[in-house]
């Protein structure tokens, strides 16, 4: 009997690919990004200067990253090709995919700080949770908590930046930036 194992990073980026086939329908293409960028932004339609750099960092990372893996050309990506993609940037420029991804973190959490406090609380990341698709409070609650590294009840961005070079590059089973978009 053989008994295959899928690797830490394989699941995280199969649990990506889930979170932003936004119609379910198997690929994930241009817009299904933009459908997942309207679904973070729906709560703050009163800030289109800071939705725009949301949409504008989103649709860079598959711009410059993503659209690449499309062997066929026809816009959309299978999981396969999505976790292809995401591996071929981190091996030939994972410090340009992390920064992309450090500025897509940059422009949700400055749309999320709600209270301009340059932290996001445990309802702040509730609401973007649910705009990434989960809803369940439970699950947001520990994420966060493993997000936290200081344990003060507050993400800083600092905790971002950290939790998104763990959760698309390390291998770690136990990185607590495993838990960014929520359990695996």
Do not use: C
Not at 17 to 35: E, H, K, N, P, W
Not at 83 to 100: K, Q, T, Y
Not at 126 to 153: I, V
Not at 156 to 162: G, K, S
């Amino acid at each position: 009997m053989t008994t295959t194992t899928t690797s830490i990073l394989s699941r995280k980026l199969q649990h990506m690919f889930r979170m932003l086939d936004s119609d379910q329908d198997g690929y994930v293409t241009a817009d299904d990004i933009s459908a997942r960028a309207d679904a973070l932004a729906a709560p703050f339609s009163a800030q289109p200067e800071k939705v725009r750099k949301l949409k504008e960092s989103l649709h860079h990372v598959w711009d410059q990253y993503l659209r690449e893996a499309d062997e066929d050309g026809d816009g959309k990506l299978t999981a396969a090709d999505y976790e292809r993609g995401i591996r071929a940037a981190i091996d030939r420029d994972s410090d340009g995919l992390v920064d992309a991804l450090h500025r897509s973190a940059a422009a949700w959490y400055d749309l999320f700080d709600a209270e301009r406090e340059d932290h996001l609380s445990l309802d702040e990341y509730t609401t973007l949770a649910r705009g990434m698709g989960r809803t369940a409070h439970q699950d947001n609650e520990q994420a966060f908590r493993r997000l936290d590294r200081d344990a003060d009840g507050h993400l800083r961005a600092e905790d971002v930046r950290t939790a998104i070079v763990e959760f698309w590059t390390s291998e770690d089973p136990d990185a607590d930036g495993n838990w960014l978009y929520g359990p695996l």
